[in-house]
């Protein structure tokens, strides 16, 4: 069983900056690639962004790019989501995900973290 730890939400005001961190246990490299997801009150969880661990090649959604970056950090098995000029529409619940795909479903990734509530005041 792979566990994922995500850390860094709050609460922060429009065009603020927030870097939300996720370790995981997986040191067996059982899973290859590490993403980012959201849920926004009373909606669907959505695809943010996601990374590979051999490569660091990445998929970012459309709606945080060039304000989103993500990075890792494979010998400590971390990754990194610096959100800057963020907007209320970033608001909710972010979790880490784990899978062996790069891709933008939730059917791709088989570990979850508890997530990470960031909010953005107006």
């Known amino acids: 069983q792979v566990q994922l730890t995500e850390s860094g939400g709050g609460l922060v005001h429009t065009g603020g900056s927030l870097r939300l961190s996720c370790v995981s246990s997986?040191?067996?490299?059982?899973?290859?690639?590490m993403g980012w997801f959201r849920q926004p009150p009373g909606k669907d969880r959505e695809f943010v962004a996601a990374v590979k661990w051999a490569d660091g090649s990445t998929r970012v959604s459309d709606s945080v790019k060039g304000r989103f970056t993500l990075s890792r950090d494979n010998g400590e098995r971390m990754v990194y989501l610096q959100m800057n000029d963020l907007e209320p529409e970033d608001t909710g619940v972010y979790f880490c995900?784990?899978?062996?795909?790069?891709?933008?479903?939730?059917?791709?990734?088989?570990?979850w973290g508890q997530g990470t509530q960031v909010t953005i005041s107006s």
């Open positions: 995900s784990a899978g062996v795909v790069l891709g933008t479903s939730r059917n791709a990734y088989a570990y």
């Open positions: 997986d040191r067996s490299y059982r899973t290859q690639v």
